[in-house]
């Protein structure tokens, strides 16, 4: 398998993963401290969405790596 066909599945999957969930999300440590024998952390949840768009326009290219990528074989 060559390198474009990987760029391809890697992209289609991507693309189709973003159509699905919409986003992700992840958590981020802002804040820790220590008062006395007490520790505390905050955490913030980030959410990033994913534009339809994008999954669309990355699946759309994915293809065409593909297409190309077996047409030159």
């Known amino acids: ?14 693309g189709t993963l973003g159509l699905v969930y919409g986003g992700f999300s992840y958590t ?3 804040h820790q401290g220590k008062l006395g024998p007490m520790e505390f952390a905050v955490e913030d949840r980030e ?3 994913v534009p339809v768009w ?15 990528g077996c047409r030159k074989n």
């Open 28 to 30: 981020k440590d802002t």
């Open 54 to 68: 994008l999954s669309v326009g990355t699946i759309t290219v994915g293809m065409g790596f593909l297409l190309v």
């Open 47 to 49: 959410t990033v969405a």
């Open 1 to 14: 398998m060559n390198a474009a066909k990987l760029a391809a599945i890697v992209m289609i999957a991507a």
